[in-house]
């Protein structure tokens, strides 16, 4: 297929699923009908650091996400203290996200250190998440305390969220969800809860990719160069049908260092990654490599429905 015949082919079969929700749709989103994508990881923040250049409000994000052809887009809160500059708290997002549901998706958050002192039992962590979950959660996360990925604490947490069916999605580098080169401890877990939906982000996480990694390459940002066979992703994706990638920030990197793995992984992997952005600030992330994904890779049509939307739209409940 040629790159004309691709973008259109891409092109009508989004229109029909964001007709959809455009009927929904208000202010900013009226241009709704041209976006085809889910965008699995977003941000909405507050003034309390930088300039008010960096502020993501609801309506920047819609504006935006129509300026990026996303129809919709998975909004995630950052409650652990090392996660961000300031908690951007679930409540904040199931607030802002309240009069735009039919674009904006919210998730919710807890950190797993409140379970030591105030969620004592299985029961009051099922409590809160339900909570949530009535509330408009579609999803848990983004998950990123300084602990490691199977602490017993963490570990609670996702049998938790097992229990209430909402999908996590965690952040893996050498400062969040801390696991060793191959992800064994990654492996535990995604053993101990065959039924939760756990969807990989971060440095650390996409730098396994590749085999014969260090721990200091877990820090990575953006490793350069072919991919090492022997990559625990593709490992632990063949072992567990319940873990999936998120395309964001290095995820995008982590396709395009090696173009030929990257393009083929996209292929075999299409039905377990999601694609996304990572937006949370106008001041410094002007171009996402994410898009360059689709366009450069020409990937058949229902491979880009299936990342660019469809994955999501099945995994929260959506379609
Ligand atoms: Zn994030």
């Known amino acids: 297929m040629n790159r004309r015949d691709f973008l259109l082919t891409t092109a009508s079969a989004s229109v029909t699923w964001a007709t959809g929700i455009s009927g929904r749709a208000e202010g900013p989103s009226s241009g709704a009908p041209r976006n085809k994508y889910f965008d699995c990881h977003v941000h909405l923040t507050q003034p309390w650091y930088g300039d008010e250049r960096s502020i993501v409000t609801v309506d920047h994000l819609l504006r935006w996400m129509d300026a990026h052809e996303i129809a919709q887009a998975a909004v995630l809160p950052l409650v652990s203290p090392e996660a961000f500059w300031y908690p951007v708290t679930t409540e904040f997002v ?156 290095s995820g995008a990197h982590a396709m395009l260092r090696d173009p030929k793995f990257g393009r083929e992984f996209l292929l075999r992997r299409s039905d377990q990654l999601l694609f996304g952005t990572d937006y949370y600030d106008p001041a410094t992330q002007k171009e996402f490599a994410q898009f360059d994904l689709f366009r450069q890779f020409e990937l058949p049509a229902d491979a880009v429905q299936a990342i660019g939307q469809k994955n999501a739209q099945r995994l929260f409940n959506l379609a």
Not at 117 to 135: C, E, S, W
Not at 203 to 209: D, E
Not at 211 to 226: E, F, N, W
């Open 94 to 249: 199931l607030r802002e996200t309240h009069p735009h549901r039919d674009r904006l998706v919210p998730f919710c958050a807890i950190d797993p250190r409140t379970i030591v002192t105030h969620l004592p039992t299985k029961q009051d962590v099922v409590g809160i998440l339900n909570r949530y979950r009535d509330a408009g959660a579609r999803g848990f996360g983004e998950h990123k305390p300084m602990l490691p990925i199977n602490d017993p604490l963490c570990m609670r947490l996702y049998e938790a969220c097992s229990e209430v069916r909402l999908p996590l999605l965690f952040h893996l580098d050498n400062f969040a969800n801390m696991d060793a080169p191959g992800l064994p401890g990654l492996d535990k877990v995604l053993t101990a809860f065959p039924e939760l939906v756990f969807i990989g982000h971060g440095k650390g996480w996409w730098a396994s990719i590749a085999g014969g990694i260090t721990q200091a390459d877990l820090q990575v940002g953006y490793p350069r160069g072919p991919v090492a066979p022997g990559g625990a992703i593709d490992r632990l994706m063949d072992a567990h049908p319940n873990l999936y990638g998120d395309l964001s920030s």
